[in-house]
């Protein structure tokens, strides 16, 4: 190499290969560059970008499971199409019912990776290497969550889109089809956005507690799956076993539950009837849509004080 | 103005005093701050970084507030924790690329920086391997990266050496070294090994129980003290008893006279006296205060800078 480079060769002294050290005198970005590099970084490790194959494998199944049905309507539309066709009657899942019916594989998701998203740093003392650089602990927890929310959306949105596509191929005019479908699934997205918000502040805001995966994933299934059944439980114990009206006011803690509140305010996007066998008592979807929002802000306040206070 | 000052620095827990009223002045330099484990070195790290608060006083880092100023604080600093702090499944090139963008550093920008950060502190192939499969002495070379990442001009160094065999301590310290005088980057070193203080730091801070020790250049505490160690096999008594006696100060340690050296003559009367008793004598030199002197009650030390 310096055979053809006579400058190197005349250079006083000094290896060519050893530069030094140079200062860095380029830009420094702030604090909204720092939280969207940890945003993009968390939204590569939830999908197991940049980790092991192994680390890949259980989102990616967990969001197939979730997208199954819609995927399977995709791929049979022309047969469903031929069917109504011959003017057989078929129930095709909607956008409306999507989530209420597979929200447990979403919930598996939100399960198995918001103990990852927050967990790590706190197992493996990685945030005071954080708290020490320009990232505040409320920034922090904000792109932690942004980058959960965002994951769940994705997978919200896999089986909306394949039913997009589907009811668009079972029509034969691809045109007049979109035009009909748009204002059908529009809704979804709202609806998905708010149900991913929900999920993630509830899963992260819980595993911010414990640095280990393990009970951070039984913390979540515990208080989703006793928050759903303790007001089922009482409701029917004070229900009066003469009367079906139910006026005794313990339907209001359906308003608690987390997941039942997320599907009645999904339906509330779509202005979906609310079928009394999954939603019992009488609340209506619009008292779903305000405890969801609400969750959503209780969680988040939760997460940002453990922030505020956990040990860097 | 000096690069780091605190000024009645205090932090309590309770009725424990990590720090009270700290006052410490530190020019750019390779910083020893030494104490016992609990001393308050990392409590005055955490401070320095804006992490905890102080109970009272005010320290600052180039002259910007710990407390108020701490993000522009951050851009200027690198910490590398006691503890470990790196996740296991990811390579070192990405965890450091990472800091480096969180540190504000732009994409291309943070990826240069790494490979060559990397390349400083000597990780070359297996930066790409996990972390979670690297030696003890890897996983502290990638933790120092990551604190020179951003370029800081001063490195909080806790503990750098925790958990490394005598050659990655070694190969640690030079790391340090480098660092501190080639690149002209101010590094605070906590440690509690004095030893390791000595080799590479140009200015000592010693702290004990949250009050400063003793501040000096380090040379300060090793140079040449003015005082003769005479080495006898028998007869010390009578060889302190007798330069006594001719006017010169005395402490015996063991089978050694140590004597204040107060003039030339003082050789020419240790030898005549030595003479005059007939003692075997083993050894004269020049003691060198050595660093642990400063925990220890420095006697004739002490005497000596009378």
Same mark, same amino acid.
């Given at each position: ?17 050893? %530069? ?12 909204? #560059? ?12 939830? #999908?197991?970008?940049?980790?092991? =194959? ?47 019916? =597979? #929200? ?40 932690? %969550? ?58 992260? +805001? %819980? ?6 995966? +393990? ?40 308003? %608690?539950?987390?997941?039942? +509140?997320?599907?009645? +305010?999904?339906? #509330? ?34 997460? =940002? ?8 | ?14 009725? $424990? ?9 530190? *020019? ?43 993000? *522009?604080?951050?851009?200027? $600093?690198?910490?590398?924790? @006691? ?37 400083? $502190? ?23 990266? /990551?604190? &020179? ?8 160094? !806790? @503990?750098?050496?925790?958990? &490394? ?5 070694? *190969?640690?310290?030079? &790391? ?22 000595? /080799? ?36 010390? *008594? ?20 140590? $004597? ?11 030898? !005549? ?5 007939? &003692? ?6 020049? @003691? ?17 800078? /009378?």
């Amino acid at each position: 190499m310096t055979s053809n480079s006579p400058v190197v060769v005349a250079a006083p002294t000094g290896s060519i290969y050893d %530069l030094g050290y140079r200062h860095y005198e380029g830009a420094r970005r702030g604090r909204v #560059w720092a939280m969207w590099s940890l945003y993009a970084e968390s939204l590569r490790g939830i #999908w197991g970008f940049g980790r092991p =194959m192994s680390a890949k494998a259980i989102p990616l199944i967990l969001a197939g499971l979730y997208s199954i049905y819609a995927l399977i309507q995709l791929a049979f539309s022309s047969v469903f199409a031929n069917m109504r066709a011959q003017g057989e009657e078929v129930t095709l899942v909607t956008y409306a019912d999507y989530f209420t019916a =597979m #929200w447990i594989f979403l919930f598996f998701f939100c399960v198995a990776q918001a103990p990852e998203v927050v967990c790590r740093d706190q197992r493996y003392s990685v945030l005071p290497l954080y708290f020490t650089r320009a990232l505040g602990r409320v920034e922090y927890a904000a792109a932690r %969550l942004a980058s959960l929310a965002t994951a769940i959306f994705i997978v919200l949105m896999i089986p909306n889109i394949a039913l997009f596509i589907g009811d668009i191929l079972m029509k034969t005019d691809t045109f007049t089809a979109i035009g009909d479908e748009v204002p059908k699934a529009l809704p979804s997205i709202p609806a998905s956005v708010l149900i991913a918000l929900g999920l993630s502040a509830i899963s992260l +805001a %819980l595993s911010s507690f414990t640095p280990r995966r +393990a009970y951070a994933a039984i913390g979540i299934v515990a208080y989703v799956l006793l928050m759903e059944a303790i007001p089922a439980v009482i409701y029917s114990i004070g229900r009066s076993p003469v009367s079906t009206e139910s006026s005794n006011g313990m339907d209001r803690l359906f308003l %608690l539950t987390p997941v039942t +509140a997320l599907q009645g +305010a999904n339906a #509330w996007f779509f202005d979906a009837h609310l079928d009394p066998n999954t939603f019992l008592g009488h609340i209506t979807a619009e008292e779903y849509l305000v405890a969801a929002v609400a969750s959503v802000v209780v969680f988040t306040a939760v997460l =940002m004080f453990r922030y505020r206070r956990v040990a860097a | 103005m000096p690069l780091i000052e605190t000024v009645g620095l205090s932090k309590h827990y309770g009725p $424990v005093k990590a720090l009270d009223r700290l006052d410490v002045s530190v *020019e750019p330099g390779i910083i020893g701050l030494v104490g016992a484990n609990g001393a308050g070195k990392s409590t005055l790290i955490k401070i320095l970084l804006g992490v905890i608060p102080p109970t009272s006083g005010k320290a600052t880092v180039a002259g910007l507030d710990a407390v108020t100023e701490t993000r *522009e604080i951050r851009h200027l $600093v690198g910490y590398m924790p @006691e503890h470990d702090c790196l996740p296991p499944d990811v390579g070192a090139t990405e965890f450091v690329t990472h800091m480096a963008r969180i540190s504000g550093l732009p994409r291309t920008a943070a990826r240069e920086r790494t490979a060559e950060v990397l390349r400083h $502190v000597g990780l070359y192939e297996e930066r790409y391997r996990q972390i979670g499969g690297y030696s003890t002495g890897m996983k502290q070379r990638v933790k120092l990266a /990551q604190a &020179l990442v951003h370029d800081p001009k001063v490195l909080l160094l !806790d @503990e750098p050496t925790n958990g &490394l065999d005598p050659t990655g301590r070694d *190969e640690m310290l030079d &790391l340090i070294k480098r660092t501190g005088t080639d690149f002209g980057i101010t590094v605070v070193v906590a440690s509690h090994l004095l030893g390791e203080i000595e /080799q590479v730091c140009t200015y000592l801070l010693a702290i004990d129980a949250g009050h400063l020790l003793n501040a000096a250049p380090i040379s300060h505490f090793t140079q040449r003290t003015a005082v003769l160690a005479v080495e006898v096999e028998q007869g010390a *008594e009578e060889l302190a008893g007798l330069l006594t006696s001719k006017g010169a100060r005395t402490t015996v340690d063991g089978a050694c006279v140590l $004597v204040v050296i107060n003039g030339d003559g003082i050789y020419d009367v240790v030898r !005549d006296s030595v003479a005059d008793l007939s &003692l075997p004598l083993v050894r004269m030199q020049q @003691e060198r205060r050595r660093l642990e002197d400063i925990f220890r009650d420095p006697v004739p030390a002490g005497e000596a800078n /009378q």
